[in-house]
């Protein structure tokens, strides 16, 4: 790698951190409850040093309490999603996978379904989503290693993903069916649409630690999904152990993919979109892919997470909002860019 190419990477890095910090001071300032600027400087200062702003403690409460646990939450679910869509796409070396292709996003969602209905507390919800979200990628990861049979894995498991996906989003709606339709049925429904309007400190610190995890294994290794391009056979002639590097993705990709699915509801099109406008930026090369991708991924969700608060009178869900943009967004580039290397 040549100085040249080194100025370039840190200068796409630089320009994606200002982005994100320029978008994260917009969305604390506008809302139902408009703060300027300055206000916001004063009282982060203030809570700095420990002394009074001199505000009224209503701002206080909205940029502490709500809006910048809800920023840190849409930046780590945003980034999470297009790291866990990036890694996938590579071990799996197909550029139409997604972080719920092996069943993690409709697992997340039966569990939810099913806390709802049982009247689970909005912890218990989290904990059940992230733990169906867990299991739907163990039974498709377990499923498809015994099905092979000298077949190609990576194929195995995605069609394998899909069916256990397609499995869980039928129970989803059964769930639905005989759910109580004046209470239960719209709790699931708008869960199932993701948000990101209840997120508390609490809820980010319960994420913290496993999104944290997930994201250093997939940079520790994030260089042998290049090797992994090469196929199989060549990878294993390199040296790489491949069915142990793509359990090892899998893992941390599901980790990440579970944990913030698990506060924010089941939000589609980012894993998918953002990593194909990074390559865009960087190329194929994942020592570059998997940051940018994570800094495109929390700019993105960020953005549209404000404009969900403030386009019209009450809020829209943000799965909506990804849909909507998502798909014109994605037939786009694909319309607009050259055939490229996605793994």
Partial sequence: ?????????????????????????????????????????????????????????????????????????????????????????????????????????????????????????????????????????????????????????????????????????????????????YEKLPAITFWLMGSLSTITNRDILTILIPVITGFILIFLIRWRLNIMSFGDEEAQALGVNTGKLRLMVILAATLLTASVVSISGIIGWVGLLIPHLARMITGPDYRMLIPVSMLLGGSFLLLVDTVARILLPMEIPIGILTSIIGAPAFIYLLANSKRRSFS
């Avoid at 200002?18 to 203030?46: E, K, M, P």
């Avoid at 806390?115 to 733990?131: H, Y």
């Avoid at 498991?157 to 397609?166: E, K, R, S, V």
């Fill in 1 to 181: 790698m040549n100085s040249t190419s080194r100025v370039s990477e840190k200068t796409i890095i630089i320009i994606l951190l200002i982005l994100l910090i320029a978008i994260a001071l917009f969305s604390l300032t506008v809302g139902r409850y408009s703060i300027s600027i300055q206000n916001i400087f004063s009282l982060i200062t203030a809570k700095l040093f420990g002394i009074d702003s001199g505000l009224p403690a209503v701002m206080n409460t909205v940029v502490f309490e709500i809006r910048i646990p809800r920023i840190i939450a849409a930046i780590l679910v945003g980034a999470a999603l297009s790291v866990s869509g990036a890694a996938y796409q590579g071990i799996f070396k197909n550029p139409l996978v997604s972080p719920d292709i092996i069943g993690a996003s409709s697992g997340a969602g039966l569990g939810a379904a099913l806390a709802i209905v049982l009247s689970f507390s909005a912890a218990g919800i989290q904990g059940m989503a992230f733990g169906f979200s867990l299991a739907a990628v163990f039974a498709t990861y377990s499923i498809g290693m015994k099905i092979r049979r000298g077949s190609d894995p990576t194929l195995i498991l995605i069609l394998t993903g899909m069916l256990i996906g397609t499995l869980f989003s039928s129970f989803i709606s059964l769930i639905k069916f005989m759910a109580d339709p």
